[in-house]
Structures are given as structure tokens and as C-alpha cells.
């Protein structure tokens, strides 16, 4: 950290939010497992394609679609248009499937689980055991018990470890299981919707992720059901020189509910490795889902070396009139984020919303941001992206709102921060705004003095000066958007909370 | 990396319509910017920078003819006491133009810069072009200098008397024009510079401007009505300590135009402000592209882009802000806006910032819409009828653009032609 620790501070940011990206810098999930892996061997081809879908144990047609998107990618070029830089990757100088030699034969339950990887998630603070109580979690005893349950799909490398609470929304209709399961015990779900949203031939990354992806969360929810519990996927990287490429599948029928959790870390090393995900939500007539991330992969140290390179598309499609769909995303990991969480608004009045705060430091980029498409009549979405910048890292917003001719009455509202501690850092916002009918409204914004006027009124009613009432106007905001997090992520997110908007630029 | 074939042979064909005049002192320049144009190829529509304009009708090898709007409206400014130079169809017209004399300005013909041994013009020509290429390409500025076939170069050492009008008459269904103009504003110089007419049926008009320590130009342009004409236009600025620069750009008809303007501020305290209405009606294709560089201390630069859209006509704004490391205590301001007239039109946007510094306040911000129902709704309630009242919203909404311009005279004329586009539609 001594690069931000030698970092003039300019007058206007205060202390507790310097100290915060400091902590926020420290990363505290560095160590790795000592476990017994097993491998396939190093690059990527279609025998690897072939091998990674026998380990599934998947039936023809899914491995008949890897072999077809592996073959797409051979045809298509990595993107260069993001503000990001890393050495060129070797793709075939990785290893794309990894699992612990203790999951050979899949367990049939918790218990049967090595330990060793029990105690992995333990001392992440995730753990794998039906409790009520969260671990880390301080007061949740006094909380009822309903409100406190999370379902948790654990992912190590390349394989699920296993899915909690099971059982429990087995009753209440919802499957929650890891993909490669789903492939086996629901073929006909996922036939139905895999890569109806980011389709096998959508960009570099999603390509190689449908060609190798080896595990990945599943969930369906029936029509009319709300999830009685929080759903989580914890990821951990721990073998080195391996890429993660998971695979996660939402599907919210008619009128359901989901809020879903997403978790990342992974061992301090000094190469860098590869992580590319896909994530689709298909979200029906009047269904909702919420999803959150606290993203911390490692970081890589101070000088660049080492960390996660985090490629990830992320897509809702809100199919069904009346739906909707929250991103809230906490990105703090990553040498390199090229993310953008992207809704679809294909439904009449539905409704997509995207929070984000993205924090990098010492040598991090991250070019993040979302894609709202209005393709339906009276719909809504809402972007807050705030963006902090340290020590020499590059932080991106990149989005697109997009206003169809059909998409009548429509309303967007983006606002994007950008707040830079010291000078050798960098903020940068490239958003694309294409209005193409008039009865739809779009403002984007970049600045912190639009607080809400009444609210500003009010406070300053009862004689807070004008600086004290935007202050907390702002962090009353933010909060809702840490808020909106589940309580696990929110303590990690919590951290962040004091980080005042001051000083910012747009 | 190679160019992409059809970029390749577009460029190819572009080159092959035309020869490079026999420049003298800047035939060095031309050939350096011939050879950017083969390296970077004319712009094509997979081209990340012409993703909202296409750029075909711009790069090919013939113009596309465009017929001669014919009223009986003066020309803009007429009323003004001006010095004049006309261009017809992009050649120097020496009968319709003033004597070029005024004092504290010297102007001379682009091809007599060598004869005259003019050294500042040489210094300038295609050089702040060159360096307008990074970090995004302008191939079609660099085709300028290299083929440009006529121009001025205006050397401004004192405050002249009255504004320079530089007037593009377009009588030919053909032309295709390329001009390129040099300015360089000696330190505390004043000046103001006025463009407008149509000036051909395809124009490629390219300016660059240097402006020394505590120089001053004020620029406003009119571009014509002429509905089949086609545009690009680049302007490069480059600015010492406390220059000052302030350009005003007013759009009405053309059925395409792309505005390019790039501004380097380069010592402390200048101060950039570019700005533009538009209004377009019909097969109207408007593109402002701005690129900003501080690249100074406690410098000011100003977007302001408004631009009023019917019956599918099409706006686009791509503006950046670009703060260097060091460039401390700037602050940058961009706004665009667009008002849609009806369903058809259509607003196509991409305001960025890139910022390198911590000590800066830049802000930007772009909306869309339609006219404001409540604010109709409280004029007709007054007794104003639906089209006045539209009117009046409409011009309210293109009134911060106009406010730019720092002569109130001129800011009427623009007002007036605004109005008078206003009523035509009714």
C-alpha cells in the first residue's frame, strides 16, 4: 500500500474515505488450500472440450453445442476496445479444468465432503453447514430465523462442492443445484434457455466460456413462487495457473421472486490468472429477481504483478411484461474487470436497475458498466455507477442505454461518479445514448451536486448547513445500495459505506 | 496493423480523383499527410468513430451531386461592416471578395505563402492536423491537407477593426471542395472570424488555429441551407496561457454534416468553449464531434450542443474531455441535448470523459426528450396557441447554445434565422 500511503490527498476528500480504499487494498483471502487436484491437461481443443463434458457426465447435444462454440471462438478475435492493458494471453498455456481429487466421485452430501474444503469455506466465512446463524455475521441471533437462512452452491475451481438447504426449496418447487447437474437431472430447462440470452456466438469471452465452462450454478423458479431463502454461489480459485469458467442460469417463471448472492476470491499468486464467466437471467411476466456480487478476486500486489483477470458477461432478459431486474454489484478484486451487467427490457413496463461501486487501487483497471435495451412499451431503468480510483489504477464506466423506436413512454435515469485519490490515477466514462423515438425521456448525469431538492429542503429546514445535508443525502443513498445487499456481502461492503462522495468528478 | 480491404480500396479510389496541387513550401506537409491517409485508410463504417454517421457518401470517389438552394433570403451577416472573401464552389473569388487589407491582421492566399516566404504558415500547415490524429484518427483531415486546393492564411498581430467573413458561395450541382485554412493569433491579439454559406455540393473543410499567449478569436459559422449538401469539417485549436477560444456553430438543412472540433489547451488559464444548435427537418443527418485535451493548469472548456430534430432527421454527439496527468485544476463542462419533435427522429450520443488528474471538477451531462407537456400546458392555459407555444419551447431550449456567443448583434441574427426556420415549418 505504500503507494497510497505517499499519495498527496487533496484538500476535500476526507480521511475515513482514504483509509477505507486503504483496507479495501489489503486483501485478506490470499492464502490457498494445500489439496490433492486433479487436471486435464494444459490448453484448450476440442479434446479438452470433449473431456471437460465427460467429466459431467453430459449427455451428447451438450457436448455437440461446446464443440460448435469452441469452434466459433477459433474464428473470432479478442476485444481490444476496452481501457484496459495486459499482456497477451496465452490461452493455451492454461489449464481449464482442475478439481480436487476428492470429488472424483461426487459426494452425495455436506458430510461426505473433505474437510479440507469445508474448512476452506469455513474460513472464508462461508460455511457449508444448514445453520441459521451466519458466521461473521454480529447480532444476526437476534434476527428471526426465517430472514437469516442462504442457500449456498459452493464452486472450487472447476467443480460445485455442494449446495445447501437443498431439501428445503425442494418443497417450495425452486431447484437450486449446480449446472453440471442440472444438464443431467433437467435437460429439458436447460435446453430450453441456455444461451437464449448470451447466445454461444456473442463475444470472445462468452464464446470460450460456452465452449469450457465447467460448473456453475443452476436455478429455476416456478411461477408464482417466491424463494423462501437467499440463494448464494461462492466461487474460490485456489489451483494455480487454472481458469475459472463458470456458468450460472436464472430463470424466474411467471410472477416468482429470487434474490440471489455471488461471492469471489482467490489465492495470492504471482501469475496471473483467467476467470470468465456467464451469467443469463431470463425473467418472466411479473417474476423479479436481484442479483448481487461483492466481486474480490485478487488483486494482484502493487506492482501489477499476479491477479484475476475477470471477463465476464453478465445479461437479464426481462421476457415477461411487468418484470424486473436488479444488478448491485461491489467490485472490488481484479487486476483486470471487463464487466458489464446488461438488461434486456423486452416486456412491456418492465424494469431494470444497476448499482455499482467500483474500487480499484495500486495497479487495478476495471472497465465496468451496464447495457440497458429498451425494447417494450412504459419501461424504466436506473444506473448509479460510482467509480473509485488509487494509486494507479484506471477506472471505467462503459454503458449503453438504448431507447428502440417501439419502446414508447420509456424513462432512464444513469448517474456516474467518478472519485480519484492521488494524481497518478485515472476515471474515465464512456457511455453511449441512442434515443430513437421521443415519447421516451433519457438523462444521464455525472455530477454529485443533483441530490434530490426536497430532501436538501428538508435538512436544511432543521439547520443542517448545505454541505451536511448533501452529505447525508448521498451517503443515505448509498447506503440503500449497500443496503440491498445480503447481510454477508453486506459486511464486507460495509467497509465502503464511509467512502464520501466529495471531491468527485463525473 | 493492415488496414481492412475495403477501407483499403475505398482510400484507393478516393486518391486516385485526386491530384495533389503544385504547393511549393508545403508539398513536405502534403506528402506527410498523404502517406497518414494510406496509413489509416478513409473512415468506413465498422470504424468505432463513425459509429453513428456513416461516412460513405463522404469518402467516395465522386461527390454526390447536390442541387442549388435558390431564395431570395440575404445572406447571413450581409448586415454586418465585414471583410469579405468568397469562395465559389471552393475557388478564391478575387471579384467578389474586399481587398484584403485590414490593419492589425495579414491575409494572404494559401498558394502565395511560399512566395511570400511566410515562415509562421509554414509552421503550421498540417501540423496541428498531424497531431490532431492521436489518440483517435481523422483521415479525413489529414486528406485535406494533403489535396486541399485553396485557402487563407490569416496571421493576426493586432485587434482588426472588424470581423473576417469568410463566405462559401455553392453554384455548382458538382463541386466538390476542399479548403484549408490557417490562423495564428499573436499574443493578446483579437480577432473574430466568420464562416457561412453552403459552399459545394461536397465540402471538406479543414482549419487549424494556434493562439499565443493571451490571444483571443471568437468564431461563429452559419452553414448553409442547401438540403442535398454534404459537410466535414475539422477544426484544430491549440491554445498558449490565457487564450481564449469560443466557437459557435449553427446547423439548419444538409443532408449530412459532421463537425469535427479539437482543442488543445496547452498553457494555464485558457479558456475553450465550443458550442452548436441544430435544426433539422426531414433527411437531416447532424454529427458534432468534439475532443478536448487540457493539458494545462486551471484551464476552463465548455460543451454546449442543442439540437432540435423532426420528420427522422438524426443528431449525433460524440464529445470527450481529456484531462493529462498534471493538467490540475481544470474544469470541464459538456452538455448535450436534443429536443424530438416527433417519433421518427432520432438522438444518438456518446459524451465522454477521460480524466487523469484528482484535482478537477468535469461534469457532463445529455438528455432526450420530447417538448415539456406541463410547460405547453401553462403557455396554452395562458392563451398562447399549441404552435406559438411549441415555438417559443423550442427556442428557450436552443437559447443556452445561442448565449454562447459572446456579441450580442451576432447572437440576434442567429436568434432571428432560427426563428425565421421555425416559421417556414409550420
Known amino acids: ?506 | 496493423m493492415a488496414l481492412p480491404q475495403p477501407n483499403q480500396t475505398a482510400t484507393e479510389e478516393r486518391l486516385t480523383s485526386l491530384t495533389m496541387p503544385d504547393a511549393g513550401c508545403t508539398r513536405k506537409a502534403r506528402e506527410a499527410a498523404l502517406s497518414r491517409v494510406r496509413e489509416m485508410g478513409l473512415p468506413g463504417r465498422r470504424d468505432e468513430y463513425w459509429k453513428y454517421t456513416r461516412p460513405d457518401t463522404l469518402v467516395s470517389a465522386e461527390a454526390p451531386p447536390a442541387a442549388v438552394f435558390h431564395n431570395d433570403e440575404p445572406m447571413l451577416f450581409s448586415e454586418f461592416d465585414r471583410l469579405k472573401i468568397v469562395f465559389v464552389d471552393g475557388v478564391f473569388s478575387p471579384d467578389a471578395s474586399d481587398e484584403l487589407e485590414l490593419e492589425g491582421v495579414k491575409i494572404d492566399r494559401l498558394e502565395d505563402i511560399c512566395c511570400k516566404d511566410i515562415h509562421w504558415a509554414k509552421e503550421l500547415y498540417g501540423v496541428l492536423e498531424a497531431r490532431g490524429q492521436k489518440p483517435v484518427q481523422r483521415p479525413l483531415a489529414a486528406l485535406n491537407t494533403a489535396f486541399a486546393t485553396d485557402g487563407v492564411a490569416i496571421h493576426v498581430t493586432g485587434k482588426p477593426s472588424k470581423p473576417i467573413s469568410l463566405i462559401y458561395r455553392h453554384e455548382s450541382e458538382t463541386s466538390d471542395a476542399i479548403l484549408h485554412h490557417i490562423v495564428r493569433v499573436e499574443t493578446d491579439a483579437e480577432v473574430t472570424i466568420l464562416e457561412n454559406g453552403p459552399a459545394a455540393s461536397r465540402f471538406n473543410k479543414c482549419m487549424e488555429i494556434d493562439i499565443a499567449d493571451g490571444g483571443t478569436l471568437h468564431h461563429i459559422r452559419a452553414q448553409g441551407r442547401d438540403h442535398q449538401r454534404r459537410a466535414a469539417t475539422h477544426m484544430f485549436t491549440r491554445m498558449g496561457s490565457e487564450a481564449v477560444y469560443k466557437s459557435f456553430t449553427l446547423t439548419v438543412n444538409g443532408v449530412l454534416t459532421r463537425n469535427e472540433q479539437v482543442v488543445e489547451l496547452t498553457g494555464d488559464d485558457a479558456v475553450a468553449h465550443v458550442s452548436g444548435a441544430c435544426v433539422g427537418d426531414g433527411d437531416f443527418h447532424h454529427d458534432d464531434t468534439v475532443f478536448i485535451t487540457h493539458d494545462a493548469v486551471n484551464c476552463e472548456s465548455r460543451q454546449v450542443f442543442k439540437k432540435v430534430l423532426r420528420n427522422g432527421a438524426t443528431g449525433v454527439f460524440q464529445g470527450k474531455i481529456l484531462v493529462k496527468e498534471g493538467a490540475q485544476k481544470t474544469d470541464g463542462y459538456q452538455i448535450s441535448q436534443s429536443l424530438l419533435l416527433d417519433d421518427d427522429s432520432q438522438f444518438l450520443a456518446k459524451p465522454e470523459l477521460e480524466i487523469y488528474a484528482d484535482d478537477v471538477a468535469c461534469s457532463h451531462g445529455s438528455t432526450s426528450g420530447a417538448i415539456d407537456e406541463t410547460a405547453l400546458f401553462y403557455l396554452r392555459s395562458r392563451g398562447v396557441p399549441t404552435e406559438d407555444a411549441t415555438d417559443m419551447l423550442t427556442l428557450a431550449f436552443l437559447a443556452e447554445a445561442v448565449e454562447e456567443i459572446e456579441d450580442e448583434d451576432l447572437a440576434d441574427v442567429i436568434v432571428s434565422r432560427l426563428k425565421d426556420w421555425l416559421a417556414r415549418r409550420r
Open chain 1, 1 to 506: 500500500m505504500a503507494a497510497l500511503d505517499q499519495t498527496q490527498v487533496k484538500e476535500g476528500v476526507d480521511q475515513e474515505t482514504v483509509d477505507a480504499v486503504r483496507e479495501v487494498g489489503t486483501y485478506k483471502y490470499g492464502w490457498d488450500t494445500d489439496i490433492e487436484m486433479e487436471y486435464a491437461p494444459k490448453g484448450v481443443n476440442p479434446d479438452i472440450v470433449r473431456l471437460i463434458s465427460e467429466k459431467n457426465e453430459e449427455p451428447e447435444w451438450m457436448t455437440e453445442w461446446r464443440l460448435a462454440a469452441f469452434e466459433r471462438w477459433t474464428k473470432i478475435d479478442e476485444p481490444t476496445w476496452a481501457m484496459v492493458h495486459y499482456p497477451k494471453i496465452d490461452f493455451q498455456d492454461q489449464y481449464y479444468y482442475a478439481r480436487p481429487k476428492s470429488m472424483e466421485v461426487k459426494p452425495k452430501s455436506l458430510d461426505e465432503v473433505d474437510p479440507k474444503l469445508l474448512a476452506t469455506y469455513e474460513k472464508l466465512g462461508i460455511p457449508l453447514k444448514e445453520q441459521m446463524i451466519l458466521a461473521g455475521v454480529e447480532g444476526a441471533e437476534n434476527m428471526p430465523a426465517e430472514g437469516r437462512k442462504v442457500a449456498v452452491d459452493a464452486v472450487f475451481d472447476s467443480v460445485s462442492v455442494g449446495t445447501t438447504f437443498q431439501e428445503e426449496l425442494k418443497k417450495a418447487g425452486v431447484i437450486f443445484c449446480s449446472i453440471s447437474e442440472a444438464i443431467k437431472e433437467h435437460p429439458d430447462l436447460v435446453k430450453k434457455y441456455l444461451g437464449t440470452v448470451v447466445p454461444v456466438s456473442d463475444n470472445f469471452y462468452a464464446t470460450l466460456n460456452s465452449a469450457v465452462f465447467s460448473d456453475g450454478s443452476f436455478v429455476y423458479v416456478p411461477p408464482g413462487v417466491r424463494c423462501p431463502m437467499e440463494l448464494s454461489t461462492y466461487f474460490r480459485i485456489n489451483a494455480e495457473n487454472t481458469g475459472q469458467f463458470e456458468r450460472t442460469l436464472i430463470i424466474a417463471d411467471k410472477g416468482s421472486y429470487v434474490s440471489y448472492l455471488e461471492g469471489c476470491t482467490a489465492p495470492q499468486r504471482d501469475t496471473a490468472q483467467l476467470h470468465a464467466a456467464v451469467v443469463e437471467i431470463i425473467v418472466e411476466e411479473d417474476a423479479e429477481v436481484k442479483y448481487s456480487t461483492v466481486q474480490n478476486w485478487f488483486p494482484g500486489d502493487e506492482n501489477g504483478k499476479g491477479g484475476i483477470y475477470n471477463f465476464v458477461t453478465k445479461r437479464a432478459d426481462c421476457r415477461g411484461d411487468r418484470s424486473k431486474v436488479m444488478w448491485t454489484q461491489v467490485e472490488t478484486g481484479s487486476a483486470v474487470t471487463w464487466k458489464y451487467p446488461s438488461c434486456i427490457l423486452r416486456g412491456d413496463d418492465s424494469q431494470g436497475e444497476f448499482y455499482s461501486i467500483a474500487i480499484t487501487n495500486n495497479m487495478q483497471q476495471a472497465d465496468t458498466g451496464t447495457k440497458m435495451v429498451h425494447l417494450g412499451k412504459n419501461t424504466k431503468s436506473r444506473i448509479v455507477s460510482k467509480g473509485i480510483s488509487a494509486g494507479k489504477a484506471q477506472n471505467t464506466y462503459r454503458g449503453l442505454v438504448s431507447m428502440h423506436p417501439k419502446a414508447k413512454n420509456s424513462r432512464n435515469y444513469t448517474q456516474c461518479d467518478s472519485l480519484l485519490i492521488g494524481d497518478k490515477c485515472g476515471a474515465h466514462t464512456v457511455p453511449y445514448i441512442e434515443v430513437r423515438n421521443n415519447s421516451s425521456r433519457v438523462e444521464h448525469e455525472a455530477t454529485t451536486s443533483k441530490v434530490d431538492d426536497d430532501q436538501l429542503f428538508y435538512c436544511r429546514q432543521r439547520g443542517m448547513d448545505e454541505e451536511e445535508a448533501v452529505a447525508l443525502v448521498v451517503n443515505g443513498f448509498c447506503k440503500d445500495v449497500l443496503q440491498a445487499l445480503p447481510m454477508e456481502f453486506a459486511m464486507e461492503a460495509q467497509q465502503l459505506v464511509a467512502i464520501s462522495l466529495e471531491g468527485s468528478v463525473g
